[in-house]
């Protein structure tokens, strides 16, 4: 018979160890990430995500809370999310491999002054590493989210948020919390802003 208590309560216990390790390894690089994020977005550059799966949802709801709003009212901040667009997604999966469908989208709509941030639990997304690399090859500044020890991904990054955990689910968890503190960083900095569009 299953436990269901007996999981829950080490599910919850292992992700509470795990965002305190969470907190000590990898508060300094958010803080990073956040001044390079405001510096970007006060340059008149963009932030794109991408990834795949659970890391597709997390690139839209991110790319989704900086365009729209986290918390605070104030005027959008330009972000997108490349896992939205099925027709681009399918084309270049069929016309040049699923490993470009990323990276084609960085050469058509990014330049520098803008940020991609690519995110792979693992690391080692295929899509994910062609993806950064082109973009660092390009002069686009470049995160990774990932888990463990950064995998492939890291090699092709300015600054690497590596969870600490080999778990899927605890790391994706702890990218939530991390993309959540990238736009309250962000909206704090625009704070004073004011959207022009009426009702705000």
Request: net charge negative; proline share 2%.
């Amino acid at each position: 018979m299953i436990d269901n208590d007996r999981i829950i309560r080490e599910t919850l216990a292992d992700h509470a160890a795990t965002v305190a390790r969470f907190q000590d390894a990898c508060s300094g690089i958010i803080a990073e990430m956040a001044a390079r994020t405001v510096a970007c977005l006060r340059g008149g550059g963009k932030i794109c995500f991408f990834g795949n799966g659970g890391s597709a949802a997390d690139s839209q709801h991110f790319a989704t809370e900086f365009t729209v709003r986290f918390t605070r009212n104030r005027r959008g901040l330009a972000s997108l999310a490349f896992t939205t667009d099925s027709s681009a997604l399918t084309a270049c999966a069929n016309d040049f491999g699923f490993e470009a469908v990323f990276a084609r989208q960085i050469e058509a709509l990014c330049r520098p002054g803008d940020l991609v941030v690519g995110i792979s639990t693992s690391g080692t997304s295929a899509n994910v590493v062609k993806a950064l690399e082109f973009a660092r090859g390009e002069g686009i500044g470049t995160f990774a989210f990932t888990g463990k020890n950064g995998g492939r991904c890291a090699e092709f990054a300015d600054l690497t948020l590596a969870v600490p955990s080999p778990v899927t689910a605890r790391v994706q968890e702890c990218h939530l919390i991390a993309g959540h503190l990238l736009c309250d960083l962000a909206e704090l900095a625009f704070a004073d802003t004011v959207s022009t569009i009426s009702g705000n």
